[in-house]
């Protein structure tokens, strides 16, 4: 779990991505139903026990890690997922109790919307190596 953990931790610790999105609205997993928007919504994609590598005593990993934005509107889904972006920088150390070693941007999702119920999203996946 420590893949989406240091996503969220580096998410809600941003003081610019907090005003835009409340911490108690950055979510590991699935999202409440009914939740209030914008919101953002952390999943693991490729589970981190995809062929560790022992280094010591402890074990690395590269984990495959999907953030999705859900906004009200199109052009707020595309400036949430550009904070997003903006707030998760190439980063290594010791972040959320994991040892990583790097975070680096894979792809962005395609939009998706639902204009009846006024839910527009996308995602961005990152690679996340640690060692636990």
Known sequence: MSDVAVIR???THNATMTAAVPAE???NGTLPEGIELPAIQIRSI???SWKPIRRG??????AR???TVHAK???SQKSLLA???ATLPRAHGII??????SLTHDSDGPDFSDDDAGIYQQSVDYILTFSE
């Open 96 to 101: 959320a109790g994991a040892d990583v070693a």
């Open 65 to 67: 890690v999907q953030i």
């Open 9 to 11: 931790y580096l998410l």
């Open 25 to 27: 609205r950055i979510k």
């Open 73 to 75: 509107n199109y052009p």
């Open 46 to 48: 490729s589970a981190p």
């Open 83 to 85: 904070l997003v972006k």
């Open 57 to 62: 005593t402890k074990l690395t990993y590269r």
